[in-house]
Antibody, heavy 120, light 107 residues
Framework: HVQLQESGPRLVKPSGTLSLTCVVS?????????WTWVRQPPGKGLEWIGE???????TYNPSLKSRITISVDKARNQFSLKVNSVTAADTALYYC?????????????WGQGTLVSVSS | EILMTQSPGTLSVSPGERATLSCRAS??????LAWYQQKPGQAPRLVIY???TRATGFPARFSGSGSGTEFTLTISSLQSEDFAVYYC?????????FGQGTKVEIK
């Protein structure tokens, strides 16, 4: 069955760059789906960050657009997130997910999430 | 950006009772609406997509309805495993947006 697994540093210094990778298992990153990042600050709700198609086309949350980059690595069947100039407000659980086009784009598979803290 | 508003923020329900959760979109999303369930310490799980189609693994007591701007998730007879936070999300337009969540708690 399809699985997603996030990885990356759990602690980032203020003004630094947050970098996460999501490895996709049992599905091809080149399938007709979008690959999505969502985050959740501690005790709060879900925030859609952005998503990417295997061609490299991306779409971002306007509130984060100036600071984020999502990329895809087809050879490694994974996609990545970078957030620049982080502050404490970027402390959150970061999830990767599959936006499954057979379901119209609903997020049917989620990674377990990784907590990233921004602190000096 | 489409604003998604869920109500109520918290719903206190006794086991076996019905729970009705609402989600309103600031503009029409047609039927491109999903509901997710999130339990403490877990990732969200897709419950309903296309406003009314149950996702794999969810029993018939979960049902979704609505189209356009008004949507409802109904859990007909709450079981202990259903107590969780539920989020709606529109995937009609970019950026995708979530509601703020409804917590279903034991009364």
């Amino acid at each position: 069955h399809v699985q997603l697994q996030e990885s990356g540093p759990r602690l980032v210094k203020p003004s630094g760059t947050l970098s996460l990778t999501c490895v996709v298992s049992d599905d091809s990153i080149t399938s007709n789906n979008w690959w999505t990042w969502v985050r959740q600050p501690p005790g709060k709700g879900l925030e859609w960050i952005g998503e990417i198609f295997h061609s490299g086309v991306t779409t971002y949350n306007p509130s984060l657009k100036s600071r984020i980059t999502i990329s895809v690595d087809k050879a490694r069947n994974q996609f990545s997130l970078k957030v620049n100039s982080v502050t404490a407000a970027d402390t959150a659980l970061y999830y990767c997910a599959r936006s499954y086009m057979i379901l119209g784009g609903a997020l049917d598979i989620w990674g377990q999430g990784t907590l990233v803290s921004v602190s000096s | 950006e489409i604003l998604m508003t869920q109500s109520p923020g918290t719903l206190s329900v006794s086991p076996g009772e019905r729970a009705t959760l609402s989600c309103r979109a600031s503009q029409s999303v047609s039927g491109n609406l999903a509901w997710y369930q999130q339990k403490p310490g877990q990732a969200p799980r897709l419950v309903i997509y296309g406003a009314s189609t149950r996702a794999t693994g969810f029993p018939a007591r979960f049902s979704g309805s609505g189209s356009g701007t008004e949507f409802t998730l109904t859990i007909s007879s709450l079981q202990s495993e259903d107590f969780a936070v539920y989020y709606c999300q529109q995937y009609s337009n970019w950026p995708r947006t979530f509601g703020q969540g409804t917590k279903v708690e034991i009364k």
